[in-house]
């Protein structure tokens, strides 16, 4: 998978810190958007190998593996519904009324939007998402405050 960043700093070990900007899930620009989605300003910075040897401020294309940001979207959009049919349809085989077997799927929808974020809680900190920088786009000046900085 492929996105558009800036590279806001230079660290030690080939790594470079970038800025890439949010896009929404339907990959259109929500800025001319009429369907209330709503513009989404908000910038995500990631550690890149730096293997295009970009600069601070250029414009970069940074590349992450498809098959865990589709294991991950999967996880994500998948394990809440699947668990809240799964508990009504068992209630419903077990003659539940249906209050219960309502309650019951949105207490399966919830645990598993917990385990989701218990999943995402273990998989950030033991085995965060790897990016590479691929290419320059277009080299930029540096903005102020924008320089190289050491590794934490």
């Known amino acids: 998978m492929t996105q558009k960043a800036t590279v806001g700093a230079l660290l030690e070990g080939g790594l470079a810190r970038v800025r890439v900007e949010r896009v929404s899930a339907c990959g259109h620009d929500c800025g001319e958007c009429t369907l209330g989605c709503g513009r989404n300003e908000k910038s995500v910075s990631v550690l890149a190998r730096n293997a295009a040897g970009a600069l601070p401020g250029d414009c970069v294309t940074i590349e992450s593996a498809t098959g865990r940001v589709l ?25 539940a009324n249906e209050t219960i077997c309502i309650t019951g799927s949105l207490a399966g929808f919830a645990l598993g939007a917990a385990a989701v974020a218990a999943i995402n809680r273990f998989i950030r900190h033991d085995r965060p998402l790897e990016y590479e920088i691929i290419s320059v786009d277009s080299r930029q000046r540096a903005q102020p405050g924008d320089e190289t900085e050491s590794a934490d």
Do not use: K, M
């Not at 979207?73 to 998948?78: F, G, N, Q, R």
């Open 71 to 95: 294991g991950a979207a999967a996880l994500v959009y998948l394990l809440p519904p699947l668990l809240c049919a799964a508990v009504y349809l068992l209630l419903d085989r077990l003659s």
